[in-house]
């Protein structure tokens, strides 16, 4: 998946039914990590995780790290 150029990588847990996302393409460790238990919901999750990384680093004076 993408959203405002990052990149998700996903994984899906059998065992528990859950789809597992985390960004990797923003440096050697990931910005963020999300899970869902359907797509649509995985998508708005990956979406709101970005939203919220940007936030705080807006709000904290920090530099996002960039895709």
């Not at 959203?3 to 985390?22: K, M, V």
């Not at 460790?29 to 807006?58: G, M």
Request: aromatic share 12%; with cysteine; hydrophobic share 30%.
């Amino acid at each position: 998946m993408e959203y405002r150029g990052y990149l998700a990588a996903l994984e899906f847990d059998d065992s528990s039914d859950t789809l597992h996302g985390r960004v990797n393409n923003s440096g050697p460790y990931p910005i963020a990590t999300f899970e869902a238990t359907d797509t649509t919901q995985l998508r708005r999750e990956f979406r709101r995780s970005i939203d919220e990384y940007l936030a705080w680093c807006e709000e904290d004076g920090v530099e996002p790290k960039r895709p």
